[in-house]
């Protein structure tokens, strides 16, 4: 193969795969009132309640947020979006792949000025591609963390706070902050339980291009 056609080829080359990060949002809230402290037994929470004892509680934030159904419909939701956008990614990339293929096989009939013209034409559509996937996966994004903080600080925040006072809690925290965690103090469930008939459903906007 001459030094051209090894030159051309270096060039044309297909941005493959889409990078769509699916790290959940992890937050943690911390209520602190004043009360006296007292060492924690191994009773039931509503004993502790009806004790009137201040203590702390913990909530697993991830369960949360994949066991919610509202939050679990977001996630679903998000996941939808990212099929679409992995299709199209594949159709974009069969087509890119056939014009590069078109210029190959034509570069022994094509003159010089002909052959990095189609190179370059393909160079831009090669572009343009990569664009389009960066756009749109960091739209599906956007509009998820959206979604998402406006279920936290609209309805989470609140069920946590209503949850706590119902319960006498002095400290709430996510157990990924706890290295040692008593069931007794998870009220995880409780604010699934809140949280779902507080807000069954949650709606992500249309992500940018789709």
């Given at each position: 193969?001459?030094?051209?056609?090894?030159?051309?080829?270096?060039?044309?080359?297909?941005?493959?795969?889409?990078?769509?990060?699916?790290?959940?949002?992890?937050f943690?809230?911390?209520?602190?009132?004043?009360?006296?402290?007292?060492?924690?037994?191994?009773?039931?929470?509503?004993?502790?309640?009806?004790?009137?004892?201040?203590?702390?509680?913990?909530?697993?934030?991830?369960?949360?947020?994949?066991?919610?159904?509202?939050?679990?419909?977001?996630?679903?939701?998000?996941?939808?979006?990212?099929?679409?956008?992995?299709?199209?990614a594949?159709?974009?990339?069969?087509?890119?792949?056939?014009?590069?293929?078109?210029?190959?096989?034509?570069?022994?009939?094509?003159?010089?000025?002909?052959?990095?013209k189609?190179?370059?034409?393909?160079?831009?559509?090669?572009?343009?591609?990569?664009?389009?996937?960066?756009?749109?996966?960091?739209?599906?994004?956007?509009?998820?963390?959206?979604?998402?903080?406006?279920?936290?600080?609209?309805?989470?925040?609140?069920?946590?706070?209503?949850?706590?006072?119902?319960?006498?809690?002095?400290?709430?925290?996510?157990?990924?902050?706890?290295?040692?965690?008593?069931?007794?103090?998870?009220?995880?469930?409780d604010?699934?339980?809140?949280?779902?008939?507080?807000?069954?459903?949650?709606?992500?906007?249309?992500?940018?291009?789709?």
């Amino acid at each position: 193969m001459s030094k051209k056609n090894q030159g051309l080829k270096k060039k044309i080359i297909i941005f493959s795969g889409i990078i769509i990060a699916l790290a959940l949002v992890i937050f943690g809230i911390t209520l602190i009132s004043s009360s006296s402290s007292s060492s924690l037994k191994n009773i039931s929470s509503d004993e502790i309640v009806e004790q009137g004892t201040p203590y702390m509680a913990i909530i697993d934030m991830y369960k949360i947020t994949t066991e919610a159904t509202a939050l679990k419909g977001l996630n679903e939701q998000r996941k939808n979006y990212a099929e679409k956008l992995k299709k199209e990614a594949s159709r974009k990339e069969e087509a890119l792949m056939k014009a590069k293929k078109d210029i190959e096989s034509k570069q022994s009939v094509l003159s010089k000025e002909a052959l990095q013209k189609k190179a370059q034409e393909y160079q831009k559509s090669l572009m343009d591609y990569q664009k389009d996937m960066s756009e749109k996966s960091a739209g599906i994004e956007k509009s998820y963390r959206e979604a998402l903080q406006k279920v936290q600080k609209g309805t989470l925040d609140g069920v946590i706070n209503d949850v706590a006072k119902k319960k006498k809690v002095t400290i709430v925290l996510n157990s990924s902050q706890a290295i040692l965690l008593n069931p007794v103090l998870n009220i995880t469930e409780d604010i699934i339980k809140v949280l779902n008939n507080r807000l069954p459903k949650v709606h992500m906007a249309t992500p940018k291009g789709f």
